[in-house]
């Protein structure tokens, strides 16, 4: 190895250790929202974490790194003792993390809008143990999530008049009281205009009363008895905004201008990206550049008709299953029915009731979406199956080369998991593999892939990002991962994984992944636990 690699390796490392400890500050920062934490303990915790980051960013020349820090301690030189930060001073503070957090980014993150673990709406705890609270707490921590532990129902319906959170975990008898849980939660409805999702807990009462009662004042889920902290983090994940519905895409063709305008400002309205086209000889072009999810298709056009048109589209494998609905003010039900035997869904009468048309575009796309899941996710993480996940492997090469732009692809493989499997059971072990899903979901972009490999690999395609930026990313998420407590029953334990990286070469898919296997097996016998870039 030469002095210059030897000289950037070493800078890599040293870049690595002031990200990690601008991490540990921001992780710090997240303690503001748990009122179990002390003002004291707290401001000592961030004072010392943030020292030391400046430390390390001035000793590596790490200059956005280090201003930044050396305004948190400022600030913090303002909080005095032994006492809460007033709001002025919390939102100070917020706008410095929220710099420190952009200054930690990779470089191709700047115009990412995806959320960041301590801007999340908050999602509070009401358990009658306060260590539990607590431990739940760490653990939603590691996974992104904001919480905070109330102790009275007093104190949390005056948290959520201040704060709706995004879902609430609460014991049936939070309160001391058989069932007062519930009856805070009933209260607590009545104040906010649309319902709080909530998860109730209960050790002692599993009865079709209880279970109706909760149900009918929000509650999505009823775990009798209480399950362990990581199938309870699955079930938050999902009631949060973090899953935010993507817009439909839909493909509109009428040769009527005014008539496609009007469906654009009917879709856009209702929350959809619409395309428009005129003219049925552009269709191929528009399947191709938008990639629609629904078809709208004019059924009588000058030169072809709508029918013609969607056996053209049927005869492209992958939108073989888009839904076609026609719109014509063909009233003929024997002739509607034929439309659809020829690659339509639906038939929609002109003129159409805005309402009646955005909610068969629901309904049609719900079901796609479903339906597409099944055949490119894999059932139990969620994530994109190995074929999919290969689709958009060249996808994304594609794109490189035209954008000439980096490329990363990395696999990982959970250590030891096999001995998991056979000491903790099964199903533990399928909690890991989602458990790592999530992980992975929460902290890369949404312009990145994750994909279920095989077994326990796991893949991920990381567009736009310098390969020094994704070993930093990956070793931040390793770390963070092996400090992640797993629970079976009344045992605990902790999983690692090893990662290999390659780099887009411009050569081709096949090549990418190999090589990202030969690190990945250099990662293996290097000891397990560690990242390894593939230097060819």
């Known amino acids: 190895m030469n002095d210059e690699s030897q000289k950037e390796k070493l800078r890599?490392?040293?870049?690595?250790?002031?990200?990690?400890?601008?991490?540990?500050?921001?992780?710090?920062?997240q303690k503001i929202h748990d009122h179990t934490v002390q003002p004291q303990t707290l401001r000592d915790g961030l004072l010392s974490a943030t020292d030391k980051l400046v430390r390390y960013a001035r000793r590596f020349e790490m200059d956005s790194h280090a201003n930044a820090g050396d305004r948190i301690l400022g600030l913090l030189a303002d909080w005095r003792p032994n006492t809460p930060l007033s709001d002025s001073q919390r939102h100070t503070l917020e706008e410095a993390m929220e710099n420190l957090r952009q200054s930690t980014q990779r470089r191709s993150d700047q115009n990412d809008n995806t959320p960041h673990p301590f801007r999340r709406t908050p999602i509070y705890l009401a358990f009658t143990d306060e260590e539990a609270a607590?431990?739940?707490i760490r653990q939603l921590e590691f996974f992104g999530f904001r919480a905070s532990a109330y102790t009275s129902p007093g104190a949390l319906m005056e948290a959520c008049a201040l704060n709706k959170p995004e879902t609430i975990l609460i014991d049936v008898n939070f309160g001391g009281e058989t069932s007062a849980g519930i009856a805070t939660v009933e209260q607590l409805q009545q104040q906010h205009d649309t319902p709080i999702p909530i998860i109730f807990m209960s050790e002692e009462d599993g009865s079709i009363e209880t279970r109706l009662r909760a149900s009918r004042c929000g509650g999505e889920e009823f775990f009798f008895p209480a399950v362990d902290p990581g199938q309870l983090i699955e079930k938050i994940e999902t009631y949060t905004h973090g899953?935010?519905?993507?817009?439909?895409?839909?493909?509109?063709?009428?040769d009527s201008r005014a008539q496609a305008k009007y469906m654009e400002t009917v879709l856009k309205k209702a929350g959809m990206n619409a395309h428009i086209i005129t003219d049925p000889m552009q269709i191929i072009n528009?399947?191709?550049e938008f990639s629609p999810e629904i078809i709208l298709l004019d059924m009588y056009m000058?030169?072809?008709?709508?029918?013609e048109i969607a056996r053209v589209i049927r005869q492209q494998d992958k939108f073989h299953?888009?839904?076609i609905i026609y719109l014509s003010a063909e009233d003929d039900v024997g002739k509607q029915l034929h439309a659809m035997s020829l690659g339509g869904d639906d038939f929609l009468t002109k003129p159409v009731d805005p309402k009646h048309l955005i909610a068969t575009l629901h309904n049609r796309g719900r079901r796609a979406r479903s339906l597409l899941a099944l055949m490119i996710r894999d059932s139990l993480t969620g994530l994109f199956n190995h074929t999919h996940t290969l689709h958009l492997l060249e996808q994304e090469i594609v794109r490189a080369r035209q954008k000439d732009q980096p490329l990363c692809f990395a696999m990982i493989d959970l250590d030891y998991f096999k001995k998991v499997n056979d000491t903790f059971g099964h199903p533990i072990g399928d909690r890991i593999l989602r458990s790592l899903s999530m992980f992975l979901k929460q902290r890369l972009r949404k312009t990145d892939h994750i994909g279920r490999y095989g077994g326990e690999e796991f893949a991920l395609i990381l567009p736009n990002t310098r390969p020094s930026d994704a070993r930093n990313v990956l070793n931040e998420i390793r770390e963070r991962f092996a400090e992640l407590t797993q629970e079976a029953g009344d045992r605990h334990f902790k999983v690692t994984f090893s990662c290999g990286l390659a780099a887009w070469q411009d050569?081709?898919?096949?090549s990418l992944c190999e090589r990202a296997d030969r690190a990945l097996y250099v990662?293996?016998?290097?000891?397990?636990?560690?990242?390894?870039?593939?230097?060819?």
Not at 22 to 28: G, I, K, Q
Not at 243 to 254: A, G, Q, S
Not at 507 to 510: I, K, N, Y
Not at 523 to 536: A, I, Y
């Open 12 to 29: 890599q490392h040293f870049a690595r250790r002031v990200t990690t400890q601008a991490r540990v500050v921001l992780d710090t920062w």
């Open 286 to 288: 528009a399947l191709e």
């Open 321 to 323: 299953s888009v839904p």
């Open 523 to 536: 990662s293996k016998e290097h000891g397990r636990n560690c990242v390894t870039l593939d230097e060819d």
């Open 243 to 254: 899953n935010t519905v993507e817009p439909y895409r839909v493909l509109v063709l009428d």
């Open 302 to 307: 000058p030169g072809c008709t709508g029918m």
């Open 507 to 510: 050569d081709s898919s096949q």
């Open 134 to 136: 607590a431990r739940m």
